[in-house]
């Protein structure tokens, strides 16, 4: 069966480190990925995509990387800062790029002072 | 300001009481999309439209009805709401249909159906 799966357990790291999320999917074959954040009560806010034929992408203190062999997005913050404390969420496309979106269910990053 | 509304933010309905949430973007995108996000079940895409007068089912699309008569709205229609439809609810548009474009999100819509 389709899955697209995010650690659902909270990752709490201290301020100043690097946070890293994963996304693993399983018999999807996207064309992109992309990763959102979310604050509580607010809708998805977009932060960075990623393309099938990319390994990586870089926006300011975010890391995107994109294996497609191990079918596996990680999502870096580095320098990480309590105002990063979100959930984060995953989303890839369900079929061929119809505009059908899968998202996972999220990690909830906590970052503490 | 270039944004995606929602009314109402909140709602609270019986069962069986047919609701229209509308959905409006100012941006001239051509895709909208609805989704709901309950706990432990993440974000699910309900209906979703590629233009004016298109619009396909999404993963959990029962229940529910959308149109698409103008680019810039996109109601979601509950017939006969029922207490599991009782989530929160996104609208989202992007530019294109395709390519992977951003979405930009709603503000939500809280909905219980007692």
């Known amino acids: 069966s389709q899955k697209i799966e995010q650690n659902s357990e909270a990752l709490n790291i201290q301020e100043g480190k690097t946070a890293t999320l994963t996304c693993n999917y399983t018999n999807y074959s996207p064309a992109y990925l992309q990763w959102y954040r979310q604050d509580p009560g607010r809708g998805p806010v977009f932060l960075l995509l990623?393309?099938?034929?990319?390994k990586e992408k870089r926006k300011e203190r975010l890391k995107v990387t994109f294996d497609t062999t191990l079918k596996q997005s990680l999502f870096h913050i580095t320098a990480s800062q309590p105002a990063d404390s979100a959930t984060y969420l995953c989303a890839l496309d369900g079929s061929g790029n119809t505009g059908k979106l899968i998202f996972g269910q999220g990690t909830t990053l906590q970052v503490k002072p | 300001e270039a944004q995606v509304t929602q009314n109402p933010r909140y709602l609270i309905t019986v069962t069986g009481k047919k609701l229209t949430v509308t959905c409006s973007q100012n941006m001239n995108h051509e895709y909208m999309s609805w989704y709901r996000q309950d706990p432990g079940l993440g974000l699910r895409q309900i209906y979703y439209s590629m233009n004016v007068e298109v619009t396909d089912k999404g993963d959990v699309p029962e229940g529910y009805k959308v149109s698409r008569k103008e680019k810039r709205n996109f109601p979601l229609i509950l017939e006969s709401p029922s207490p599991n439809q009782t989530s929160l609810y996104f609208c989202?548009?992007?530019?294109?249909?395709?390519?992977?474009?951003?979405?930009?999100f709603g503000p939500g819509t809280r909905l219980t159906v007692l």
């Open positions: 989202a548009s992007s530019p294109r249909t395709s390519g992977g474009n951003e979405q930009f």
């Open positions: 990623i393309r099938e034929n990319e």
